[in-house]
Nanobody, 125 residues
Framework: QLQLVESGGGLVQPGGSLKLSCAAS????????IGWFRQAPGKEREGVSC????????NYADSVKGRFTISRDNARNTVYLRMNSLKPEDTAVYYC??????????????????WGQGTQVTVSS
């Protein structure tokens, strides 16, 4: 059974860093782009970053460019999101998902499926 599991969230002070992981089981990740999304209370889910199947292409939401870095280790069947210079507005539940359309269109959450359960990131002093 295809399953994604996110981990690495937590409470961090503004300016701090976290590294999220998205581990897959039941299938091989390396054929698909993977996206990271987030959802804050009372807001819609928004795309944060996406990485191609090979890892050679990435894209980011404007709000996180220069602060977040997506990467993948296909040998470990895992995708990562390194988050630096965190701000209170980054507080949200972070999810990863498989891009079965293979287009990395962050504005189209409907392109993505097999969502994980999410990991909470809270940025607060």
């Amino acid at each position: 059974q295809l399953q994604l599991v996110e981990s690495g969230g937590g409470l961090v002070q503004p300016g701090g860093s976290l590294k999220l992981s998205c581990a897959a089981s039941g299938f091989t990740l390396d054929y698909y782009p993977i996206g990271w999304f987030r959802q804050a209370p009372g807001k819609e889910r928004e795309g944060v970053s996406c990485i191609s199947s090979s890892g050679g292409s990435t894209n980011y939401a404007d709000s996180v460019k220069g602060r977040f870095t997506i990467s993948r280790d296909n040998a470990r069947n895992t995708v990562y999101l390194r988050m630096n210079s965190l701000k209170p507005e980054d507080t949200a539940v972070y999810y990863c998902a498989v891009d079965f359309f293979r287009a990395c269109r962050l504005t189209r959450t409907s392109d993505f499926a097999s969502w994980g359960q999410g990991t909470q990131v809270t940025v607060s002093s």
